[in-house]
């Protein structure tokens, strides 16, 4: 089966890990059978261009939705991706779908690097939550600020060498200074 060129399972199994490729991330919902998951979404909003799971899509308190699987994703990708599943032993399927059920309905206190749509997935899944997408955003903001980090520490040395620079023109301006007055002194 094929949904917007790439390959799908047809038939994800209940408490399957359903990875939905948006614009820019991925957002997590969890199957529970029947066609439908359970997902984190702003409150009032289901469609999956609104589903986002980045925090500046969050304009309302975010809510725990039970939803058509179709509805959520929308026109983006999809793949089931039960990634921790060898590190991690899952709960059972029945356990994994009346977690997300018991959700239905809840606020959830979303923060982007500490309890997001991934983290709420592997939590119903594995009994803990886990989260790749903060270790890859910390890795992207490591990379950008080492060098930022090289840059700022090169210029700090620059300043200091300026300065010192500086302040050796101004000593020797000084000494050179006493030394004319040393003279004149002793031609006085």
């Known amino acids: 089966m094929e949904h917007n060129g790439t ?20 957002h997590w919902a969890i199957y ?19 589903s ?11 809510t725990v939705k039970k939803e058509k699987l179709n509805i959520v994703v929308g026109v983006d990708r999809y793949r089931i991706n039960n990634k921790y599943d060898h590190h991690y032993e899952p709960l059972p399927a029945k356990v994994i779908v ?19 749509c991934e983290h709420f997935v592997t939590l119903l899944r594995y009994g803990k939550p886990v989260f790749q997408q903060a270790d890859r955003g910390v890795e992207a903001m490591s990379a950008a600020l080492v060098p930022m980090g090289v840059v700022a520490a090169v210029l700090s040395l620059g300043l200091l060498f300026s ?14 200074s ?6 004149r002194d002793s031609f006085s």
């Open 178 to 183: 006493l030394q004319v007055v040393a003279s």
């Open 32 to 50: 529970i059978g029947n066609g439908n998951v359970v997902h984190v979404t702003p409150n009032g909003v289901g469609l999956a261009s609104s």
């Open 98 to 116: 009346e977690r997300a059920l018991s959700r239905v309905g809840q606020d959830f206190s979303y923060r982007i690097l500490s309890n997001n």
């Open 52 to 62: 986002a799971s980045s925090g500046s899509v969050f304009s309302g308190t975010p």
């Open 7 to 26: 390959k799908q399972t047809p038939n994800p199994e209940p408490g399957d890990l359903i990875e939905i490729f948006q614009p820019g991330y991925q």
């Open 163 to 176: 300065r010192q620079r500086q302040k050796q023109k101004v000593q020797q301006i000084w000494k050179e």
